[in-house]
């Protein structure tokens, strides 16, 4: 079976989409001649493994859920920048500029 890569999926997020579990990560790169840390441009096309845990694998498919947690990349998928996302979150504020500890 083939998978698509959507923008800012990982391989790990792709083995437990399609497998159930994150250890497939590693079969996966293998059958597809990459590392586990690549980053994989949105659009590519992955040989898929073995279902490891089917009951994740279903849930997933079931309920139509691809995790995307891939760090950095563009809003096309294709790697760099911030993801057409403004630089937010905990990592990038400042106490006493963007937020008060009390």
Do not use: H
């Not at 792709?14 to 059958?31: D, I, M, N, P, R």
């Not at 997933?60 to 995790?67: E, L, Q, V």
Request: contains cysteine; negative net charge.
């Amino acid at each position: 079976m083939v998978v698509t890569v959507l923008s800012r999926q990982s391989l790990l997020d792709l083995a437990v989409q399609t497998s159930g579990s994150a250890e497939a990560a590693f079969e996966l790169a293998a059958k597809n001649g990459i590392s586990v840390t690549d980053d994989i441009d949105a659009g590519c096309e992955l040989e898929t493994v073995a279902v490891a845990n089917a009951a994740t694998a279903n849930y997933y498919r079931n309920n139509d859920i691809k995790p995307a947690t891939a760090a950095g990349g563009d809003s096309s998928g294709n790697g760099g920048g911030t993801g057409g996302y403004a630089d937010e979150g905990i990592e990038f504020w400042y106490v006493g500029f963007d937020f008060q500890a009390s």
